[in-house]
């Protein structure tokens, strides 16, 4: 069994890590970046469309 994976970038402070698709919540609701409290929309902090993408088929 594969394990799926998604990459995040936070907009401000440029902080990138990796997380379970399933650990993640709705991509249209908030998300905090732990680096530097940083709140936008979870599909903000996707790298890429198919990390996105990832997330939306998990949920």
Do not use: H
């Amino acid at each position: 069994m594969v394990e799926a994976f998604v990459r995040l970038l936070c907009p401000e402070c440029r902080k990138d890590w990796e997380s379970a698709p399933t650990d993640l919540f709705d991509p249209k609701e908030n998300f905090t970046c732990e680096g530097c409290g940083t709140t936008r929309r979870l599909s903000e902090f996707m790298r890429t469309e198919r990390d996105l993408e990832t997330v939306k088929q998990f949920q």
